[in-house]
Every structure is written in C-alpha cells, then in structure tokens.
C-alpha cells in the first residue's frame, strides 16, 4: 500500500465530489483561528497556557526544526508523549509538513515498542526524558539498538548525547508548505489485546470529515472549553479533543486521566463543558464529585465510549450532574464514531450508542452474511467516508476487514431498533457458547455491575467438559462486600434473565488488568483465570 496515497483514486473522487472529503487541513484551522482571535486561549496543561497566535507560533517553531533534521512529506514520526503543550505542538508540526504522526501510548514499554516500531521503522521517535520516574530515553535507545534503527531521536526536555531537544528547534527554519489532506497522516494501533496489533491509516480528510460531524451534533463551538482526559494517543481522545478543537474554536485542556483529582480540577477551575471518558473515567469523577463536591456545574455533555457503558453509570451521572447529557457514541479506531446520540435526541434514548453519523451506513448480519432485521442481533458492518485505508503492511488483515464493497466488519454484536439507534452487546469473540447457545459476555457484565457488592467485572469463558464453555465472573468487590456464585445467581434470576447466561463460577481478583488505554485486558485476565482453575 503506497501511504502517500492509501486510498483508490476513484474513492478519493467519489468522496470529495459528494463534499464529504474537502482540500482543507487541521493546519489551515489553526491559523484561522489565530487570525480571528490571536489572544484568546487555545491550549491549557497543568502549567502552561497558550494563545491561538502563540499555539500558531509553537507549531511552526517545531514544523521547522522538524523539517532542518530532515523530515519530510511521507515520514514517519513515533510519538510517546502524555497529554501535554508539547504533544499537541508535535502533532500540529508533524501534519504541517506532510509528515505522519504516530502514536506510542506513554504506558507502551519494550514488548509494545519493539513490536510497533519494528513493524514502522519509524524516521524519528520523540519523548520526554521522563516522566512519573520512568526514563523513556533508555527505553527507545534500548528498542532502537536492538531493532538496529538509525532514526532521529528527539526529546521534549534538555538534551542528552545523540538526542535533540525541541528547544533548539528555531521557526526561522520553517517554510509554509501546504499538506495534502487525501496522504496518510495517522498510523494508529488498535486497542485489541493481540500480540501484533493491527496499524490503520488515516488521512487529513476522514479526520476532518469525523470531526466537523461531531461538532454539529453535539452544538460545540468556539465559547466551550474542551478536556482531553483520556491519552490523546488514542484516537477516540485525540478526535473528541484535539480535532473538535481545531474545527470548532474551542479552549482545549489536556490533562491524564490517571489523576482524578487533577482532572476535576481542571473542570472546576476551567469551566470545562465537554469532555470524552472512558466509562471508568466518567465512573472515578463522579465517585469523587459526590465525596467533593467539586464544581462541575459548567460541564453540558460527556461523550462515554470504549467500553460498555452501563444503566448503573447513566443513573449516577443524572444524579450528580443533571444539567449535563452523557452522549454516548460507537465506532472504532478504524471507523471513527459512526453512531452517537444527539443532543436533542429522546431521553428514552439515552442508553442506546446514538444514531447514525452523516453519511454513514451500519448493517446487522447473521453469521452467513446477511442483512438482518431491526431488533435481531448481528455483526456491525460500517460503510462511509471516515473509514480508514486499510492496515499499514498488512493486505490479509485489510482484505478480511474491508469488502470489495467498501463495508467494514467491525467484529462487534450490535442491534438496531426500529428508529436506527445502535445498541452494541459485545465483541463476538467475547461471545461464549454454552451447549450451543451463545452467551453474550458484555451484556452479562452490564448487568452483574449494577449487583451493589461489585465495583467491576469481566465475564470470561472457560472450557467445560460437556457444554463446550461456561461463564465465569472475574470481579473486584466494593470494600467489605462478599460475592459468591449464590448470590450472582439470585441477582440474574431476579432480573430476569435466561438461566443458560448466568456464570457458573465467581473469582475475585484484587483488580482486573487493563491495556495502555484503559480497557479490559481480556487476555491477561483470561491467563490469570486459567492459573487459578
């Protein structure tokens, strides 16, 4: 696949005559800002504030330093940064000048590196010397020697021998190019468990498209103040944060989700009113509003995505925050958010994953392949124009992904209902058959984590003799509660729920593993349960 130009010629044709694909780039929509209001606040970290002229001023400082060491349109840059000034600035620069930003989760070390930086070789790796008391310097000179990979290495910080440091980058060196938005600008890694993670492609253009359809439905514009908690190493993150940023005009505050106190601080004291979490962000927030009290009255819509998000979380969020919407949404890394609920969407509607976004298409299908009616559950297939290129290197993952029709099998169970709202019930390889019948894991953990003993939990399939499979419920106990299988069982008998889905085992675990994005690590914990049975 040619990254300068992932896509087929007729379907970058076919977009932009429809309008969906336009010439503009996330460049062009900082210096419109930084025209029309130099001095306003654009970006806002833990210790630092900028202006959209002096945001304008940074990127261009970088884009050019960027540009003397010898990067050029097409390369790519890894990138292993928190949320940060300087990571936005980086992003920014490196789209500037044609190049591809490639993110490296902070939480990545030697195994994720080595993996994802072997399969890219990229030209430069950026970081900062360290953080949290990790040394992120002897990391990448670990993985670049082992892999034998002669790129730039740069650091955010004060330099070292063999690094550059940002600081000496000088904008003098910074000449405008404009970028084409239809060339590769992001090379990502999906959030799955796998060994070898799949690196999608995205261009300027599904971006933009993605970002522009988010701002209409959820009304943001250039009086809110946005909060990227989640890593904007992560796509969703990086899109409800950054990109709605630069479309809309909004302040942009980036903090790390890792401290909640900090992050209810900057909602407090920067009168944020949207911000994109996990459910187990939402959930930590609201467990310490209602311990603090802390203000969060400017907040007027929370998008929840990434992870099942549950009756339990909705009731909570509309007890402590009722002048807020928890507007959650579906998609994936490769598709961006092909469905999320509207701001003027019906209240009955609020746990559902919204409606479709502009231009998008979703099909349910039966295992053979067929369209299946409203209300049958099936295998989401997403068609439009924010779908990625495919995988970088990879044409057997592309071709099983993506059709010759342009569909793509997202791999997750879903049912649409009669109005066309989404509601996911899992990944189907979470699906556990039990004698033949397929149990559904999500939909089980959604409703055992409304059970009052428990704080979370991952329903996990395990062998049986007989049946093939049987449910087990991996959870973590609120302080001094007790949770055996009796009680699992009672609990789905009084919500009614068919006997074949209830788990037959309970393990408690001090806490469950998590990947560098926050989800269920459904591999660890399925090793560490099979060590126990």
């Known amino acids: 696949m040619n990254l300068l130009s992932p896509y087929p010629e007729n379907y970058v044709r076919r977009n932009k005559q429809a309008g969906y694909w336009t010439d503009e780039t996330f460049g062009e929509m900082l210096r419109k800002h930084a025209a029309e209001r130099p001095n306003e606040i654009a970006l806002i970290s833990s210790n630092k504030r900028l202006t959209w002229s002096v945001l304008l001023t940074e990127m261009e400082r ?12 097409g390369d790519t840059v890894s990138v292993q940064l928190a949320n940060s000034t300087e ?84 904008k003098a060196d910074f000449t405008p190019t404009k970028p084409d938005p239809f060339r590769t600008a992001l090379l990502g890694t999906t959030s799955g468990t796998t060994g070898n993670p799949k690196i999608y492609i995205h261009i300027q253009a599904t971006q933009i498209f993605e970002a522009k359809a988010l701002c209409e439905g959820l009304q943001v514009n250039n009086k809110d103040v ?53 459910p187990t962000i939402v959930s930590d927030l609201l467990l310490l509003h209602v311990a603090t009290s802390f203000d969060a009255s400017s907040l007027r819509v929370v998008v929840t995505s990434g992870a099942p998000v549950t009756p339990e979380l909705i009731q909570r969020f509309n ?67 924010m779908t990625c290129a495919g995988y970088f290197k990879n044409s057997e993952a592309t071709k099983n992904s993506i059709d010759e029709n342009e569909w793509f099998a997202s791999g997750d169970l879903g ?50 003799h007989r049946l093939g499979e049987q449910a087990c419920a991996c959870v973590v106990l609120k302080p001094d509660q007790i949770f055996e299988i009796r009680d699992v069982q009672k609990f789905l008998e009084e919500k009614k729920t068919a006997k074949y889905t209830w788990p037959e085992r309970v393990e408690v675990f001090g806490e469950l593993p998590r990947n560098p994005i926050g989800k269920f690590d459904r591999i660890q914990i399925t090793k560490s349960l099979m060590e126990r049975i």
């Open 226 to 278: 946005t909060l990227a908690a989640a890593p904007l190493t992560h796509r969703g993150a990086l899109m409800v944060g950054l990109m709605t940023s630069l479309i809309s005009g909004s302040a942009l505050a980036v903090g790390d989700a890792s401290d909640t106190r900090a992050i209810a601080q900057l909602i407090a004291e920067e009168h944020v009113t949207m911000f994109m979490g996990i």
């Open 319 to 385: 007890a402590a925050w009722p002048h807020a919407i928890p507007a959650s949404g579906y998609g994936l890394t490769e598709t961006g958010w092909c469905t999320f609920l509207r701001l003027d969407d019906p209240p009955s509607k609020i746990f559902t994953s919204g409606r479709l976004a502009p231009a998008t298409e979703i099909e349910i299908r039966s295992s053979k392949g067929a369209p299946l009616p409203a209300g049958e559950v099936g295998e989401i297939h997403i068609r439009g124009p």
């Open 62 to 73: 970088t884009a050019g330093g960027l540009k003397k060491i010898g990067i050029k349109e």
């Open 415 to 464: 049912i649409l209902d009669d109005e066309g709202f989404l509601q996911p019930v899992g990944r189907s390889k979470h699906m556990i058959i039990r004698g033949g019948l397929n149990i559904y894991a999500e939909e089980i953990e959604r409703l055992i984590q409304e059970h009052p003993a428990v704080a979370e939990v991952v329903v996990i399939g395990i062998p049986h």
């Open 87 to 170: 990571l936005v600035v980086l992003i920014l620069a490196i789209w500037e000048i044609g190049a591809i930003y490639q993110p490296l989760n902070p939480l990545y070390r030697y195994a994720e590196l080595s993996t994802i930086v072997g399969a890219l070789r990229p030209h430069a790796i950026v970081c900062r010397n360290e953080t949290k008391g990790f040394n992120y310097l002897e990391l990448i000179e670990e993985v670049t020697k082992d892999l034998n990979l002669n790129a730039h290495k740069i650091c955010v910080d004060y330099s070292q021998p063999g690094w550059i440091s940002t600081a000496t980058f000088d």
